[in-house]
């Protein structure tokens, strides 16, 4: 079974950044379509960007749009989200996920599915921005 586990979170001021890893255990990162989503206290989780990761075709947000960048490296089998000019209201935490690729989720597909669609979840790393 999938493992995740999120690391890179921190304190920044507003307009910082911060660069989040997502490290895959358990198979390879390539058949899985995978996303960052992110929770502030009071609301709901909310997709930040997503990735299909045998293309390196991603989804963004549009509030994120310009501003934040998935990459991959699949040697170490670890997704990373470079976050740029954050903004107070980004602080959140932040949690990595994942679907295998084979359950529907090629292609287009990936970057359709929504929060329950992703059965691995990893334990989520903080991110805070404030002045």
């Known amino acids: 079974q999938v493992q995740l586990v999120e690391s890179g979170g921190g304190s920044v001021l507003p307009g910082g950044s911060l660069r989040l890893s997502c490290a895959v255990s358990?198979?390879?990162?390539?058949?899985?379509?995978m996303g960052w989503f992110r929770q502030a206290p009071g609301k709901e989780r909310e997709g930040v960007a997503i990735?299909?990761?045998?293309?390196?075709?991603?989804w963004y947000a549009d509030s994120v749009k310009g501003r934040f960048t998935l990459s991959q490296d699949n040697a170490k089998n670890t997704l990373h989200l470079q976050m740029n000019s954050l903004k107070s209201e980004e602080a959140a935490m932040y949690y990595c996920a994942a679907v295998a690729a084979f359950r529907g989720y090629a292609g287009s597909r990936c970057y359709m599915a929504r929060l329950s669609d992703f059965p691995y979840w990893g334990q989520g790393t903080q991110v805070a921005v404030s002045s």
């Open positions: 990735i299909y990761n045998e293309s390196g075709g991603t």
């Open positions: 358990g198979d390879t990162l390539s058949r899985y379509c």
